[in-house]
């Protein structure tokens, strides 16, 4: 599957969500995950992010091994998102910030 990573949080475009032909984002407070075990690996996501924040599983950043995890994790517990939706008014400034783990909501 793809994995939803560190440059997603508090940037959180949504452009990801449109092109999934299989609903498999699930929408926090601050970031996205993909359902690993809806995601059939279509890459569709994967060009439409801006920030570049969706990997495949094998292939995630060094570093953020961590996030395959929280993916599984957070997708059982947040709602789909299927529609697009207005980025937070600051997400520019958080644009490729390194190491945002710690600022995810839950
Ligand atoms: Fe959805 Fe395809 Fe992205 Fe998987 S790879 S999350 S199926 S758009
Ligand atoms: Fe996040 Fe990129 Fe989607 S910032 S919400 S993974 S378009």
């Known amino acids: 599957p793809f994995v939803v990573t560190d440059n997603c949080i508090k940037c959180k475009y949504t452009d990801c969500v449109e092109v999934c032909p299989v609903d498999c984002f699930h929408e926090g407070p ?6 690993p075990d809806e995601c ?6 994967e ?9 495949p599983e094998d292939d995630v950043p060094g570093g953020q091994e961590q996030f395959v995890a929280l993916n599984a994790e957070l ?6 998102i299927t529609t697009r939706k207005d980025p937070p008014p600051d997400a520019k400034e958080w644009e490729g910030k ?9």
């Open 30 to 35: 601050n970031f996205l995950v993909i359902d």
């Open 40 to 45: 059939i690996d279509c890459t569709l996501c």
């Open 47 to 55: 060009p439409e992010c801006p920030v570049n924040a969706i990997y």
């Open 75 to 80: 997708a059982k517990e947040w709602p789909v």
């Open 98 to 106: 390194p190491d945002k783990l710690p600022l995810l909501e839950r």
